[in-house]
């Protein structure tokens, strides 16, 4: 049972490159979350997914794109990276939206954009 | 919109001793959950306790306790005879008990990034 696990861990990309993050969870979970965090912030939503096939838009969703084809992956997409971008995304996932469903989150994406 | 403050941006404990760090809310909500995590330098997050806003009962688990003041919006976290391996930022969350809007998402505050001392 690996959890939420996230590649790369790492990535240097130049401005107006494109890549894809992947988050995947083991658990059967059905929502999923992808966060972003820049220095002196805690984590800010971009996207969310509440099932296999939706997606919807969190606090800070410019420039990013996503996807849910199954329910144990949720992709994070960046068509043309801008240094506004470096940051260091999380993923989480929970079982259910309440409150008492705990996130579980993944270990983290350091992506720099120069 | 929820905001969620965390004035202190670092604390420093003595190894056995207690700190506390603050938190800080502001919703119109009656009905909502708040959360502390823990962000050790491997960068995982870790959920350390988490409070009902209907309960009264400040939550426990360990030596982690909350003091919890719904009147004046205010989530504190207290660590009893603190570890070497408490050392890490933690962040003060809020989620809505309204699943209408982005569902089960967190708000988080800035963090505070706490040393423990030998």
């Known amino acids: 049972n690996a959890g939420v696990t996230q590649t790369p861990k790492f990535r240097v990309l130049k401005t107006g490159q494109s890549m894809t993050l992947l988050c995947a969870q083991d658990?059967?979970?059905?929502?999923m979350y992808w966060y972003r965090q820049d220095p002196g912030m805690g984590l800010r939503l971009i996207h969310y997914s509440v099932g296999e096939g939706t997606t919807a838009k969190g606090e800070v969703p410019d420039g990013y794109n996503v996807s849910r084809l199954k329910k144990q992956n949720f992709l994070l997409g960046l068509e043309s990276a801008a240094p506004s971008q470096t940051s260091v995304y999380f993923c989480a996932s929970s079982l259910k939206g309440g409150w008492s469903y705990e996130q579980y989150f993944g270990p983290g994406t350091r992506l720099t954009v120069t | 919109a929820q905001t969620v403050t965390q004035s202190q941006p670092e604390m420093s404990v003595q190894e056995a001793e207690t700190v506390t760090l603050s938190c800080t809310y502001d919703?119109?909500?009656?009905?909502?959950?708040l959360f502390w995590y823990k962000q050790p330098p491997s960068r995982q997050m870790i959920l350390v306790i988490r409070q009902e806003a209907y309960k009264q009962q400040n939550a426990t688990e360990n030596r982690f306790s909350v003091n919890f003041q719904k009147a004046a919006k205010s989530f504190s976290l207290k660590i009893s005879d603190s570890q070497l391996g408490d050392a890490a930022m933690y962040f003060c969350?809020?989620?809505?008990?309204?699943?209408?809007?982005?569902?089960?998402?967190?708000?988080f505050g800035k963090g505070t990034k706490l040393s423990v001392k030998p």
């Open positions: 969350a809020y989620r809505s008990a309204w699943d209408g809007g982005s569902q089960g998402n967190l708000i």
């Open positions: 919703t119109s909500e009656s009905d909502y959950y």
């Open positions: 658990m059967n979970h059905e929502y």
